[in-house]
C-alpha cells in the first residue's frame, strides 16, 4: 500500500505555503478573494459542483461494485475531480460549438494523465519533488494562458505542448527507474488500480461532459432567440 501522504504532497504543501506568504500580504488580495468566494457560492457555481460531485460519486459506486474501486484510492480520486472532471464539464460549458469528442477522449487517454498518476504511486525523493512541482505549476500556466489568449503565437502553443510532453516523458523515466529498483512497491493490484482509475473516471464522465454540452448550446439558443 502506498502512503496516503506522499513526498508529492510534501511538496505541494511547502510550495503552497511559500506562495501564500509571499502573496497575502500584497495589497488587493483579499478582495479579490472576498469576490473569487462570492462567485463560487452563487447558486450557479453550487450547482454545477454538486451536479458534478453526485456524477462522480455514481461513477465511484460502480466501479466499486466492480472491484474497481475501493477506499484507499480516494485521494486519486479527488485529485481527478479536482483537475480534471470540473475542468471537462468547464470546457464543456464554455463551448457553443458542442463537445469535442475527439479531443475529450485524447484527454482521457493523454500520456499525461498516465504519468501524473502512475508517477504518483512512486513518488521521488523530496528534494526531486520541490523541482517537480513549481515547473510542472510553470508548464500548465504557461499553456493554458497561451491557449486561452486569442493573440497568442501558435509556436508558443506548440513549445508548451511540447514543454509539457517532453516534461511528462522525463517523469516517466524516472518513474520507471524507480520501479525497477523496487519493483514489489508497485506490483501490487491497488498500485494497477491505481494508475487505471483516472482511464476510468475520464471514460465514464464523457457522458456528463456530452450533457454540459448539449444544455450549454441549449441555453445559448434560448438566450439568443429572446
Known sequence: ????FTTRDTALLIWSCIFAVWLLPKSGVWESLQDLLQTVFTPFFLGFFIICGAYVGAEVALLSRLGLWSSDLLKDTVV????TALATAGRAIASYEGLNYKHTLKDALTVT????????QVPFSLAVELLIVPIAVFIGLGLAAAELTSKADERVVKLFHWLQGTFGLVLLAGAVANIARTPRAVASGEAVLGLLL?????LLFVPAAAAASLYSRY???VRKLN
Not at 481527478?80 to 483537475?83: I, T, V
Not at 483516472?198 to 475520464?202: A, C, G, T
Open 219 to 221: 441555453d445559448w439558443l
Open 113 to 120: 494523465i498516465v504519468v501524473q498518476f502512475f508517477a504518483a
Open 1 to 4: 500500500m502506498t502512503d496516503f
Open 198 to 202: 483516472p482511464l476510468f473516471l475520464s
Open 80 to 83: 481527478w475531480f479536482s483537475f
